[in-house]
């Protein structure tokens, strides 16, 4: 149940994988026992739950709330044990907004595996109950996302209950702002998708709340809030975060169209079926002929794409993605560029090396 | 916005359905704010979640978790304020839980208005996007509950940050249980649902974690914990809610098939037609001859029911109607029996009226 954990996402830190995965560890165990003392028939809850935890995952967020804490603190100090355990909570919430994602977009494979509905849904099928599997893989899926997101909070919160009480609030705060903004996020992404639009300024917009702000500025200013950092400091790290946000959800959107599919985990031109309304998309309606904004207007979405509809989305996609591929590299680069010497060198060079690695990475 | 609020759910205090309110609206102004300044498209979201929150609702666990803190502290005590804070956060979590509860059940209407999933495919087909209004008003809910468990969390750690921390520490435990506890009896209730047994110690089991730990038990232990309450005193009150709860619940299930419409909100039979595993069919199931035991086989669950199948329904649920009656009245006298003197005047006074108003209401 370890699962691919891509090594460039734990710079300096080696150890950082290992020790997020104890705690997640640590901590799924308590719950489930929790659920085993409640009822035997909550098994499959349990398993699940730890399936969207422990089954791979690039432990990105915990990396910068990381790296955010160590910022103001050195090596080994006091309380970075408790800053692990917070940081490891935003996985815990991570976990919810996949499993409910892929419910609301229908997707059937996250990580190379059945999505946490479809698991759900088998096991209906299995058992040979009355009533629709699908129905019932639903409501279980739901259920699952809230149960991880509860916990999320409950494991965050044990965290950073021993820090000052001044950081812990300012952590605190930064927690609720990530919490608030990624549906906020997610419900203009499902606004976009379903209005069908294509529009460079909305594309941008829900990657500021959806990928920049929760993946990258408030893990970092978590982090940084944690270990007493300064608001020069924070404000330092918020500009590097909303730049490399932008690249690291440019690259994942060139993935979901070009990636392979058995590096994502996902089926290829799986984005270019659900109607994902990305920048890419935005820039080559824009910018493309009739020819092409037409062919955009009618396959994009179309769940019934063929192999060969997605190749040719792929030729016609090709002008915008050297355009998006240029707009990565650049704001990976102006990323970097916002840290000052104050960061400190150690953090410097894992900052420097989680922009690389998100803006270059395979999946 | 203010809707129903029974007066009897708030004996002695009357001026707690007004502190919930300001609280509740107070919180919400915030957050709807920081919201409009992320994006105006995000209005819907916010109107969503001020309606969950604020068109009626009985405020029962945030009453019941203050007379938990009524059991150790005299009105008007330091962290008063606070704790109606913690306990306001309640009924956000209970707003999750409804607007959750709708999408998996299919229901439509809620409090006498359309449900969240429902307001928001309205929302889609009014705006005449393209796609389909049940898949966004499913999307949208899924995130408006999301974002109304966050935000539980959220009020509830404020509430709490002032009080001593070891009783600070002992209303995050039953807070967390409470939110583990909701997930895990709503999971075994869509499970019995899709199995489609008929078990009275199944039907229990449900109503054991889905209604008396989260709607009695851990509210009470909650406020009392906060309140510096002795273990027995927390003990007296668990065995209270324990046996309130399993009332409470049986009350809802006969509201659910005998109740009128115009006070519960909920059009008649919606539970039969459902297919809740309630003790009541359950009853009707094992003590039922073959006519009976055929015509709950076959029609409960049946979302096509007619009015006259629903009437023909509640003549053969007759017998173990009132069965169940019989039992909500000896729950609630055992429930009141458990309360010592230790409790105090008014917190007795309070439990008793509660207990009765929860056996004995009409919605």
């Known amino acids: 149940m370890s699962g691919r954990v891509d090594a460039r996402y734990s710079p300096a830190g080696r150890a950082l994988p290992n020790r997020l995965a104890d705690e997640l560890t640590g901590f799924l165990d308590g719950q489930?026992?929790?659920?085993?003392?409640?009822?035997?028939?909550?098994?499959?809850?349990a398993d699940a739950a730890r399936a969207a935890v422990l089954d791979g995952g690039k432990r990105l967020r915990p990396t910068f709330a990381y790296w955010g804490w160590r910022t103001a603190q050195p090596e080994g100090a006091d309380?970075?044990?408790?800053?692990?355990?917070?940081?490891?909570?935003?996985?815990?919430?991570?976990?919810?907004?996949?499993?409910?994602?892929?419910?609301?977009?229908?997707?059937?494979?996250?990580?190379?595996?059945?999505?946490?509905?479809?698991?759900?849904?088998?096991?209906?099928?299995?058992?040979?109950?009355?009533?629709s599997p699908t129905g019932f893989g639903t409501a279980a899926a739901i259920l699952l996302g809230d149960l991880l997101l509860s916990w999320a909070g409950q494991l965050f919160t044990t965290g950073i209950q021993s820090l000052p009480a001044a950081r812990a609030a300012g952590a605190e705060r930064q927690f609720?702002?990530?919490?608030?903004?990624?549906?906020?996020?997610?419900?203009?992404?499902?606004?976009?998708?379903?209005?069908?639009?294509?529009?460079?300024?909305?594309?941008?917009?829900?990657?500021?709340?959806?990928?920049?702000?929760?993946?990258?500025v408030r893990p970092l200013l978590l982090g940084a809030a944690a270990a007493g950092a300064s608001a020069g400091m924070q404000a330092e790290l918020a500009r590097y975060g909303d730049l490399l946000g932008e690249a690291f959800q440019l690259r994942d959107d060139l993935l979901g169209v070009f990636g392979d599919p058995a590096e994502t985990g996902k089926p290829a031109g799986d984005d270019l079926r659900e109607g994902k309304r990305t920048l890419l998309v935005a820039l080559a309606m824009s910018g493309g002929d009739t020819g092409v904004r037409r062919l955009l207007q009618e396959c994009v979405g179309n769940p019934e794409l063929s192999e060969a509809e997605v190749e040719e989305l792929r030729s016609a996609l090709g002008p915008a993605a050297r355009q998006v591929e240029h707009r990565i590299t650049a704001r990976a680069a102006d990323?970097?560029?916002?840290?000052?010497?104050?960061?400190?060198?150690?953090?410097?060079?894992?900052?420097?090396?989680?922009?690389?690695?998100?803006?270059?990475?395979?999946?």
């Open 32 to 45: 489930v026992e929790l659920l085993s003392e409640m009822s035997a028939d909550l098994g499959s809850l």
């Open 79 to 131: 309380g970075e044990d408790d800053l692990v355990r917070a940081a490891a909570s935003l996985e815990l919430l991570q976990a919810c907004a996949l499993v409910h994602d892929d419910v609301m977009d229908g997707s059937d494979t996250r990580r190379g595996r059945p999505a946490a509905h479809v698991r759900f849904a088998a096991e209906h099928a299995r058992a040979g109950w009355p009533g």
């Open 335 to 363: 990323a970097v560029g916002c840290l000052s010497d104050a960061v400190g060198p150690e953090a410097q060079r894992a900052l420097v090396e989680l922009a690389d690695a998100a803006a270059h990475r395979r999946f």
């Open 176 to 216: 609720d702002l990530m919490r608030t903004e990624v549906v906020a996020g997610q419900f203009l992404d499902v606004l976009a998708q379903t209005r069908g639009q294509f529009d460079p300024d909305e594309a941008l917009r829900v990657i500021r709340y959806k990928t920049s702000k929760y993946t990258i």
